[in-house]
Nanobody, 124 residues
Framework: QVQLVESGGGLVQAGGSLRLSCAASGRTFSVYGMGWFRQAPGKEREFVAAIDWSGGNTYYTDSVKGRFTISRDNAKNTVYLQMNSLKPEDTAVYLC?????????????????WGQGTQVTVSS
């Protein structure tokens, strides 16, 4: 049984920063790609960022490029999402997920296990 637990969400003013963490257990974390997704009220869940098993390759959706950074610490079984220059449109529940592949994966259907999410609210 794989468990993913997100933390680090909260309320922040526009222009501020947050660092999300996703702790994994129950699986060999270091061999699989990880991703961050978000879902705003009334909207579909969307891809935010992904990282491969080694941390050497990353990919971002256009709207967060240059502002968000995904990283991982395999020794701690944790993936991070550093979010800078936050905007009100970044407000959403942020979820992490793990795929069945070692590479970077963008498609949601490729992700097998999901966390419950952490709320990020950016005020204007």
């Amino acid at each position: 049984q794989v468990q993913l637990v997100e933390s680090g969400g909260g309320l922040v003013q526009a222009g501020g920063s947050l660092r999300l963490s996703c702790a994994a257990s129950g699986r060999t974390f270091s061999v699989y790609g990880m991703g961050w997704f978000r879902q705003a009220p009334g909207k579909e869940r969307e891809f935010v960022a992904a990282i491969d098993w080694s941390g050497g390759n990353t990919y971002y959706t256009d709207s967060v490029k240059g502002r968000f950074t995904i990283s991982r610490d395999n020794a701690k079984n944790t993936v991070y999402l550093q979010m800078n220059s936050l905007k009100p449109e970044d407000t959403a529940v942020y979820l992490c997920a793990t795929s069945g592949y070692t590479k970077v994966v963008v498609a949601q259907y490729e992700y097998r296990y999901w966390g419950q999410g952490t709320q990020v609210t950016v005020s204007s």
